[in-house]
């Protein structure tokens, strides 16, 4: 694209952008064309679109609705096409296509989105994340966030997990806070250091002897908020603070079950 002042070509930039939008202070990724002479920005047709879609979606993920990016993965995940997502939500396939480019839905059509991709959209088992108990899965994540942070989760079959089930922990609030589905299925207690699986004793040695290769593979959006939590806790005495200071533990007595739902106060991420 050439510079309107007639500086000749000007170049692609990717840039954090802020702007207000519906009332809200969005970040997003924008891209741009930028004269480097006199600085001036320009978009084609397509970045218009590319920018309009990266703000809707900071936009909806700071109102906690999915973003189009979400109902994408949402939708591969089940291996559907936006047909198939249309008919499980019973609107037209017009509406998934706006929405997944960046139209806003409605809370009422989040809802039903999140219905169709995700089960319930409440609870059925509060402390289960909707999701049965899988321990390869916890072994799954554990490896992961391992190879993360550079060092090794689960060391012995009497391991207390003081510090890894506090990443578990956040793992599986932030996924079912922004999937409507934890990643293990665990169940988590509040004791006196910090959210902790339930029955953490039985379990260590089962999930030391698990097979992570039978566990449902990570999805690229888990995997992103792994990445998240380990970038925002490289330390253990950063997340064990800041899970002693989260309102789903604090308010609750000592030895009491946490609920999932509890996961919409979760403050650190
Ligand atoms: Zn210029």
Redesign the pocket.
Known sequence: ME?P?K?GLMALKTMVKEADFRGKRVKYRAQHFV?P??S?EADDLNLAAANQKALSDGYRSAVKLLTGGQIVEGRKRLNWSQEDLAKAANVGIASIKRWETGQIQTKAMDDVLRNALYGKTTCADPYTGNRPLSLPRIKLVLGRFSSLLGRKMLKSPTDKLLYAAKYLWYGDMIAFRETGQGMTGATYAALPHGPQLNNYRDLVPLIKDADETEAEPLSEHEKRILASIAKTFPGDQKIYGAAHKERAYTEKKHGELIRYTDADSITAL
């Open positions: 510079c002042n500086h004269c002479e006199c001036i």
